[in-house]
């Protein structure tokens, strides 16, 4: 299993970044798919989550209105759309799935910074 992200950089508070989680080793339609972050200092936690077939997502209150997940399952990738972005917002930020008794899996990680 091998999930692995892309997209994070440096963004002006207000712009918008695009980060993508290419899916690898498991069948990638069958199952639920996350998006973590973890502040500088502080612990890691649920931005948003969508269901295997893209029909139910959740988002934290704080990315409400801002932040859409969205999943293609012909590429077996996840999508984080972070538009109108904040200072708060500085994070890595990781794609996670739970694969039963396959267990949890994380990628790398990617920076987004929003900063002027």
């Known amino acids: 299993v091998q999930l692995v992200e892309s997209g994070g950089g440096l963004v002006q508070p207000g712009g918008s970044l695009r980060l993508s989680c290419a899916a690898s080793?498991?069948?990638?339609?069958?199952?639920?798919m996350k998006w973590y972050r973890q502040p500088p200092g502080k612990g890691r936690n649920l931005v948003a989550a969508i269901s295997s077939t893209g029909g139910t997502t959740n988002y934290a209150d704080s990315v409400k209105g801002r932040f859409t997940i969205s999943r293609d399952n012909a590429k077996s990738t996840v999508y984080l759309q972070m538009d109108n972005l904040k200072p708060d917002d500085t994070a890595v930020y990781y794609c996670?799935?739970?694969?039963?008794?396959?267990?949890?899996?994380w990628g790398q990680g990617t920076q987004v910074t929003v900063s002027s």
């Open positions: 996670n799935t739970g694969l039963g008794r396959r267990g949890d899996y």
């Open positions: 080793g498991f069948t990638f339609s069958s199952y639920g």
